[in-house]
């Protein structure tokens, strides 16, 4: 089994409770408002920031810049839909809660460690390049965005999807080669903690989104 297999099937009840959020519930039956969807928006903003300046900085390391795709960044994207949604002072209208300052927080301790980089972005962009693209659609539907404003997070301009994973995979199973067991190991831990940490953001995005009449 290749590490990409073993990371997967480590985090896969990590992953089912991240998809059993009651703010993606919600927000996927159309019960939100512009308002609450761009809670979430926001706290992406924040975390992509931080995760895109770790791409910025690893491009160059031996072993985290395999994972660096500047076609990948967000940050953009995340402006263009912001301001789609709250206006051109979307940048006074939005703040970190307390679970995404903790991910950012995390992001930036480990940035300097090539696996815990890895960690992170698997954790985040692989589930953006899956379950992400349904939520376009669904988005689209719900609030009427197009390309340009409101959606563009979930827009990546890399080609084919399942050749652009499919390459991907095969990245991490060569690290998975380079590493020893306990390298192995500490990896899946961090990406199990970064499931948990993103989690954690959209149960507290949950307690604030307020529910649409």
Known sequence: MGFAEVLRTATWTDHESAEDDSYLKNLMAGRLSPEAYGEMVAQHYFAYVALDGASKRLAGDPVAG????????????????????YGDDWAARIAPSKPTQTLVARINQVSDWPGGYVAHHYTRYLGDLSGGQFIRMELQKIYGYGKGGGVDFYHFDI???????????RRLDALGESLDEAGRQRIIRETRLAYQLNTEVLGDLGRVATVAA
């Open 66 to 85: 395999a994972f660096v795709f500047p076609e990948l960044y967000r940050e953009e994207a995340l402006v263009r839909d912001l301001r789609a949604i």
């Open 159 to 169: 080609g084919s999807l399942p050749r652009f994973k499919d390459e991907y995979r």
